[in-house]
C-alpha cells in the first residue's frame, strides 16, 4: 500500500528484532497509555491478553505470536463453537483481508489452514534475523475496529543507529474505501507516527544507551522463563509452541541463533 | 490579451489525498491587515506546541481539519517532487488529533513525548493567497524544527514545506487543513511524536 515509510532510529537493530520474536511482557508496561485511553476494554483483559496466545518459536530463531481466539467463538456461540469457519471470518476478517474477499480465503485455503486461522490467528512476529510482522485489529478514534497488517525490516547504518523501514499491506483486491481506512488506521497505530510504535522507538534507543554504560555492561539479561514447548489444546502447525503465560523462549532461541552466527558454532 | 487566468496552487500533493482544489486569487500581501493577522496565527500555534499546550493547539483547528504529510522518495528529476500521499507520515482529521493530544495530556505512560521533547517551531517564508471562498487563505510557510529529547546533546532536526488552508470569520480563526511536505525521505527522527 505505497512505498514504505525510512527512519533513523538512533539504537541497535537487535532490540527491535528480538522485542519482535515474542516479547510478551512490554505491552502491558510500555503501551499502557492505549488502557489509560480506553482503547483496551478493562485493564483485567490487558493484562490477560498475554496469557491467551501461543507463542511460535523455531531453534532458526523465527518467532510469531498467535492469539488464542478459541474462545471467543464458544463465548460467542457456546461451547462447540459451532460456526463455520467463513462465518467466523466475516465477523473478524483477518488484517488487511477485507470482507467482500473472505470468499477467495475460504476458496484458497485447506480447512485444517482455516481452523488454524481462526482459532490461532498471527499478530505479531519476526523472521531471523530482522524483519518483523504486524497484523492486528486497531481500535480507531471512532470507537470501530479496522485492522492493520505490515512489515518492518530493521536495518543496521553503523554503531549504534539502525534504518526502521516499514510497510502497509493490503489485498490487491480490495476497494479504494478500504486501502484509505486501512491507510489511516495504520498510520494511527504503528509505524513512525502511530500511536503504538512510537513509545517503541523511544526504549529502543535508550536500551542501547543504557548497555553501553559502565554498569550496563555488567549487568546480566535474564532469559531465565523457559520450559518445554506446550500447546494449550491442538497445534495444527509446526514449530515449537509456548501456550499460555509468557516465557523467553522464543526470544532466547533468536540469541542462540544469533550466536552461533557470530561465533561460528565455537563457544566462547 | 486577456487578464491572467488564476493558477492552481503550486501542486505539492497528488493522489488521495481529500482536497477540493484551491484557486489561488490575489497574493495578500505582507504588511496588510490580514497577512498580519495570519502569520500572528502561525507564530502564536508555533509557540503553542514548543510549550507544550496541545489543548489550545486544538481548539484552533476547524470541525472538518484534514492534517497529510506524506511521505517523499527520491526519484529522477524527470519523476517529478517523490511525494506519496499513499503512504503516509500522518493522515489525520480532527478526532484523530484529538486522541493523540489526550493520549500525551492525561496518560502518564505516553513515553514517546514524556519526558517532553524541548522543540523549538522556526516558521518562515510566509505567503498568503486568497482562494475561492471568502475569509479563506491558502497559506504556505517553511518549517524548521529541532528537536532535543532527554540528556543527548544532539538534535534531531526537520524541515518542511506546509501548505496550510485557514479560515477567519469574524473573531475565529481556524485551521482548516495542513498538508506537510517534508524534506527527508529517510526521516531523521526515532519517531513523529510531534506535531509540524
Redesign the interface.
Known amino acids: 500500500l505505497g512505498p514504505p515509510q525510512h527512519y533513523t532510529v538512533p539504537g541497535n537493530w537487535k532490540a527491535p528484532s528480538e522485542q519482535m520474536a515474542g516479547d510478551g511482557y512490554h505491552g502491558q508496561s510500555l503501551h499502557g497509555s492505549l488502557v489509560d485511553l480506553g482503547f483496551q476494554i478493562d485493564r483485567e483483559l490487558s493484562e490477560d491478553w498475554s496469557t491467551t496466545t501461543h507463542r511460535v518459536g523455531t531453534p532458526q530463531g523465527h518467532a510469531i505470536a498467535c492469539m488464542d481466539a478459541t474462545n471467543i467463538w464458544t463465548m460467542a456461540h457456546g461451547q462447540s463453537g459451532d460456526v463455520s469457519f467463513e462465518d467466523r471470518l466475516k465477523q473478524l476478517p483477518p488484517a488487511g483481508l477485507p470482507l467482500e474477499l473472505v470468499g477467495e480465503v475460504v476458496r484458497h485455503l485447506s480447512q485444517r489452514q482455516l481452523k488454524l486461522l481462526t482459532e490461532a490467528p498471527p499478530t505479531v512476529g519476526l523472521i531471523f534475523p530482522n524483519v518483523g510482522l504486524i497484523g492486528f485489529h486497531v481500535a480507531m478514534p471512532d470507537g470501530s475496529l479496522s485492522g492493520s497488517f505490515g512489515m518492518h525490516t530493521f536495518v543496521p547504518r553503523g554503531v549504534g543507529k539502525f534504518e526502521f523501514i516499514h510497510w502497509n499491506f493490503v489485498e490487491r483486491g480490495a476497494s479504494e474505501e478500504f486501502k484509505d481506512e486501512l491507510r489511516r488506521a495504520a498510520t494511527f497505530a504503528v509505524g513512525a507516527s502511530g500511536i503504538i510504535e512510537q513509545d517503541d522507538s523511544e526504549t529502543w534507543p535508550a536500551m542501547t544507551r543504557s548497555s553501553a554504560g559502565y554498569i550496563g555492561r555488567q549487568s546480566k539479561m535474564r532469559y531465565h522463563i523457559t520450559r518445554e514447548p506446550r500447546a494449550r489444546g491442538e497445534w495444527l502447525a509446526g514449530g515449537q509452541v509456548y501456550s499460555g503465560y509468557p516465557t523467553d523462549d522464543t526470544q532466547w532461541s533468536w540469541w542462540e541463533r544469533y550466536f552461533d552466527y557470530m561465533t561460528d558454532g565455537e563457544s566462547l | 490579451m486577456t487578464s491572467p487566468e488564476p493558477t492552481e496552487a503550486l501542486s505539492s500533493t497528488k493522489g ?1 489525498i481529500p482536497s477540493s482544489p484551491v484557486r489561488v486569487g490575489q497574493r495578500v500581501g505582507s504588511g496588510s491587515p490580514v497577512y498580519c493577522r495570519l502569520y500572528d496565527f502561525l507564530v502564536d500555534e508555533a509557540r503553542m506546541l514548543d510549550e507544550g499546550r496541545f489543548n489550545d493547539w486544538f481548539g484552533l483547528l476547524a470541525e472538518d481539519l484534514s492534517y497529510e504529510m506524506p ?1 517523499r ?1 527520491t526519484v529522477l528529476r524527470r519523476q517529478g517532487l517523490g511525494i ?9 482529521n480532527l ?2 488529533i ?3 493530544i ?2 500525551v495530556m ?7 513525548e514524556d519526558p517532553p521533547s524541548r522543540t523549538r517551531h522556526i516558521v518562515s517564508n510566509v505567503g498568503i493567497y486568497e482562494t475561492e471562498v471568502q475569509g479563506q487563505y491558502l497559506v504556505q510557510s517553511y518549517l524548521f524544527l529541532t528537536r532535543n529529547r ?1 540528556e543527548t546533546d544532539t538534535y534531531e532536526f526537520a524541515s518542511a514545506d506546509r501548505e496550510d488552508i485557514i479560515r477567519i470569520d469574524n473573531e475565529s480563526i481556524k485551521l482548516a487543513k495542513r498538508t506537510i511536505t517534508i524534506d527527508q ?9 510531534v506535531f509540524f
Open positions: 488521495p511521505v522518495r506519496e500521499p499513499s503512504t503516509p507520515w500522518f493522515h489525520e478526532e484523530s484529538r486522541i493523540r489526550r493520549r492525561e496518560s502518564d505512560k505516553a513515553y514517546s532527554g525521505a529517510r526521516l531523521g527522527m526515532q519517531n513523529l511524536a
